[in-house]
């Protein structure tokens, strides 16, 4: 994890809802409007492309990383997003982590790395 992604996951961290989510569920799919972003506390989260003759190899998210984030500049999330162990994840509303962006440009910088 890059040291600017673990500063942004350290204060979004502090703004979320821990949540328990169980292997299996989908957190989201590529296409739909954004919610928030998930920060993995505990557990794996795979980041996939559903879409043909699709190039994007699946990526798995890890304890102290960002699933979603792009989703909040763009308004639709860009991937789906599964659970594959059961995991403890801080879930932060897009507005929260909207206002959070526009506060700090430290954190805004962070993000678009």
């Given at each position: 994890?890059?040291?600017?992604?673990?500063?942004?996951?350290?204060?979004l961290?502090?703004?979320?809802?821990?949540?328990?989510?169980?292997?299996?569920?989908?957190?989201?799919?590529c296409g739909?409007?954004?919610?928030?972003?998930?920060?993995?506390?505990?557990?794996?989260?795979?980041?996939s492309?559903?879409?043909?003759?699709?190039?994007?190899?699946?990526?798995?998210?890890?304890?102290?990383?960002?699933?979603?984030?792009?989703?909040?500049?763009?308004?639709?999330?860009?991937?789906?997003?599964?659970?594959?162990?059961?995991?403890?994840?801080?879930?932060?509303?897009?507005?929260?982590?909207?206002?959070?962006?526009?506060?700090?440009?430290?954190?805004?910088?962070?993000?678009?790395?």
């Amino acid at each position: 994890m890059a040291p600017e992604t673990s500063e942004l996951s350290r204060e979004l961290i502090k703004l979320a809802t821990r949540v328990t989510v169980p292997r299996g569920t989908v957190l989201f799919r590529c296409g739909e409007t954004v919610t928030g972003v998930y920060i993995v506390q505990r557990g794996m989260v795979r980041m996939s492309l559903e879409a043909p003759n699709c190039e994007f190899a699946d990526r798995d998210v890890g304890p102290g990383e960002i699933a979603g984030l792009p989703a909040t500049l763009t308004g639709t999330y860009s991937l789906s997003a599964e659970v594959t162990e059961d995991a403890e994840l801080g879930f932060v509303p897009a507005d929260s982590v909207s206002g959070a962006l526009e506060c700090s440009p430290n954190l805004c910088f962070a993000a678009m790395r």
